[in-house]
């Protein structure tokens, strides 16, 4: 899922809660956070790891962490193993996570190889004109 997320429009991964929205909590939240980020760094290509963020919130007097995925700037992730073919890249189809295909994952190579910085994304998205201003001047 943290692949298609990168791919798509970002979204928020719950463990500790089920798909029918039951609140179960993890039993070592810190634990959890270092297998899901070493996996994530591990297993995904290229790097997304700056734009997941983890977080330990309590739900229901229950311990659950909150992994929040950017859209990345690199894109198309994909997983490792499986390499930059659609049984390796995913992006996100309403609510459901699908491969994607070789036109979408040409699309995605096509669109962050250029140098349009109209319409590139900033890794830093609490932007100001005053910040901007100190950053010029």
């Known amino acids: 899922m943290v692949v298609a997320f990168a791919n798509s429009d970002g ?3 719950y463990i500790g809660i089920q798909d029918d929205g039951a609140v ?6 810190d634990d959890t956070i270092l297998r899901m980020t070493n996996a ?10 700056l734009f997941v963020e983890c977080d330990i919130e309590e739900i229901e007097n229950k311990t659950v962490v909150v992994v929040a995925i950017q859209r990345g700037t ?12 659609p049984e390796g890249v ?8 699908v491969p994607a295909t070789e036109t979408v994952i040409r699309s995605m190579i096509k669109e962050t ?10 890794i830093q998205q609490q932007l100001t004109f005053v910040e901007t201003n100190r950053k010029f001047l």
């Open 113 to 122: 190889s250029g140098d349009c910085y109209e319409t590139a994304r900033a």
């Open 74 to 85: 690199a894109r198309p992730y994909y997983i490792g193993k499986k390499g930059l073919r």
């Open 11 to 13: 979204g928020t991964i």
């Open 24 to 29: 179960v909590g993890v039993s070592n939240a």
């Open 40 to 49: 994530v760094r591990d297993a995904i290509c290229p790097d997304v790891t």
């Open 90 to 97: 995913y992006v996100r189809q309403g609510a459901s996570t």
